[in-house]
């Protein structure tokens, strides 16, 4: 057995003939930037960034603007955590495959398919294989790229440390011949190292929360059904891995099944104190991983949501406000829904008026099977049906706004709305390759209509997988950003606990309380972009290009 394991990383090993992927090398020359507004230290970047927006009021028809800037700095340890990734539901597709697409880059291990030779990368992940524009060398006037991953010190995937549970106790090297989603020959070389990392933790199985079908692979729980014992017991293994593996930090990551939402039930989950209690009274809608989160929660380490359901109920949120412990969610976006976030801000950005939005996809691998449940699936299409809600309501040209005293729950309190329904059916035979199918039905000019079909085929948790990577690595260097109101003079302190910046990679994403969920991916991707520059002293994208306009 080869003294490398699955738990660990070497420095620098070579066991193929072909140089690492661009995506996977590491990069030893950082960004230096020289800047009045920008100082190193040995423990620090500190960067001055003011935030400038507008006031607008409305007066007798007249836009009222006022601009408005405000001085922050921001503060980030250079230091990079010894990162713990735990992952609920280890075992299933996105987790074995995530683990073996690890070990395959650590050791460069090359496998042949029936197209050739094929090697590791991260290939899909935003942070290792996209670029930003830091500027323009001056000598040539062309724009300088760099990977994401390089505008701060961030984790390497490589050096993640793997752990989690799963209701089913199959070894990891066995849950990924189980997946059927990567190819064989890859399967059969990175097979020792996923046996090294042995089988999942017992995790927690309450079978009103999942599909009725997904009781044949419960093999590994937590005996009893006393909830705060199953907390107790979670809050026990993160400390324990942490203290085993000699880590800095933990994240939780929720990659399990889709559950049913949780009823919001006032004096059970709507407080922190009510959860709280509500756990120790073993409530039924205390879902599991509500409990995972609070687990996370009170052992000060960040948990992160893959899935659609409710998980953090108000009483979660206001427990991660009380512990200034990260959280963010909710449900991956990978294909059809991405899609649709930049096609429906296309169409409306246009001028173009989508009418209806119809999508509907098939696949046959376990989540597909959970979601074939009603209430299962119910959480998924909740997730996936908000996505074109603020392109929507950006534009009161082509749409009517809410009316104003309109009952709640009528069209008319909600604005005028494309149709939009979403089907998702389960098909063994296809596996983990999903066919989505969309068709967007919109008004043209002067009445004229257009429909738009798309057909998209993709391999489900290979592109899922990066985005695990880069909600775990993004969260890890959010931990160590503090800022401060420079008005202020005040200390730096945490970020909001609601990780936010996380909603690049999230269909549903979990915002700060009374604050307005942004779905356009452009804009995701900006915010994103321009909070790492801060960090470094930089402004934000530019796209004026004002020196190729002028004399």
């Known amino acids: 057995m080869s003294a490398t394991t699955g738990a660990n990383t070497p420095e620098s090993q070579l066991e193929s003939v072909l140089p690492v992927h661009p995506t996977a090398v590491r990069r030893a020359s950082p960004i230096v930037v020289q800047s009045e507004l920008t100082a190193y230290t040995n423990d620090y970047i500190t960067s001055k960034f003011t935030n400038r927006g507008a006031d607008v009021a409305v007066v007798e028809g007249q836009y009222i603007v006022t601009p ?41 291990i090359i496998w042949h398919t029936k197209s050739g030779v094929q090697q590791p990368n991260y290939i899909g992940s935003l942070l290792r294989a996209s670029t930003v524009r830091l500027g323009a060398d001056p000598a040539t006037g062309k724009d300088v790229h760099v990977p994401i991953s390089d505008v701060l010190p961030m984790v390497h995937p490589n050096d993640l440390v793997l752990g989690g549970w799963d209701i089913s106790g199959a070894r990891m090297d066995e849950a990924m011949k189980r997946a059927q989603v990567l190819d064989w020959d890859l399967q059969r070389q990175v097979m020792p190292h996923m046996a090294e990392l042995g089988s999942p933790l017992p995790s927690i199985y309450y079978p009103d929360f999942i599909a009725a079908n997904q009781e044949a692979r419960a093999d590994n729980v937590i005996p009893g059904t006393d909830k705060q014992a199953h907390l107790e017991h979670l809050r026990a293994d993160i400390r324990r891995f942490k203290e085993q593996q000699g880590l800095d930090r933990v994240v939780v990551f929720w990659t399990a099944n889709t559950e049913r939402y949780s009823d919001i039930i ?32 009170l052992e000060g380490e960040p948990f992160v949501n893959g899935a659609p359901q409710n998980t953090f109920v108000p009483g979660c949120i206001a427990l991660a406000e009380r512990h200034n412990s990260f959280i963010g969610g909710d449900d991956l976006k990978s294909g059809q829904t991405k899609l649709k976030s930049v096609f429906a801000e296309f169409l409306v950005n246009a001028g173009i008026k989508p009418l209806s939005i119809a999508s509907y996809n098939h696949l046959g691998n376990n989540d597909g099977h959970n979601l074939s449940a009603e209430r299962q699936f119910k959480s998924k299409e909740i997730s996936k ?14 749409f009517k706004p809410p009316q104003a005293g309109a009952p709640a729950g009528t069209k008319e309190a909600k604005g005028e709305h494309p149709d939009h329904i979403v089907v998702i059916k389960y098909v063994p035979a296809v596996g983990d390759s999903k066919r989505a199918i969309d068709e967007y039905y919109s008004e043209i000019f002067c009445g004229g209509r257009s429909t738009i079909n798309i057909f998209n085929e993709c391999e489900d948790s290979l592109l899922a997988t990066p985005l695990i990577l880069d909600l775990a690595i993004l969260t890890e260097l959010l931990t160590r950003v503090k800022y401060r109101d420079a008005s202020a003079g005040k200390e730096f302190k945490p970020l909001y606990p609601v990780l936010s910046l996380l909603s690049y990679m999230l269909k549903a994403p979990l915002v700060k309380p009374g604050t307005d969920v942004i779905n356009s991916l452009n804009r995701q991707r900006n915010a994103l972009e321009t909070f790492l520059k801060a960090c470094i002293g930089l402004e934000g994208s530019s796209d004026l290009l004002l020196d190729t306009r002028i004399w």
């Open 68 to 108: 408005t800037a405000k001085p922050f700095e921001f503060q980030t340890a250079r230091k990079v955590a010894k990162t713990g990734l735990m992952m609920v539901g280890w075992g299933g597709n996105n987790g074995s495959t995530l683990s073996a697409t690890i070990l395959a880059n650590r050791h460069n």
């Open 385 to 398: 049906s908000s996505v074109v809600d603020d392109m929507v309501s950006a534009n009161a040209l082509l």
């Open 266 to 297: 006032p004096g059970v989950n709507d407080t922190a104190d009510n959860l709280l209690a509500a756990i120790k009274a073993s409530h039924s809608e205390v879902s599991p991983s509500t409990l995972f989160a609070v687990a996370a929660i």
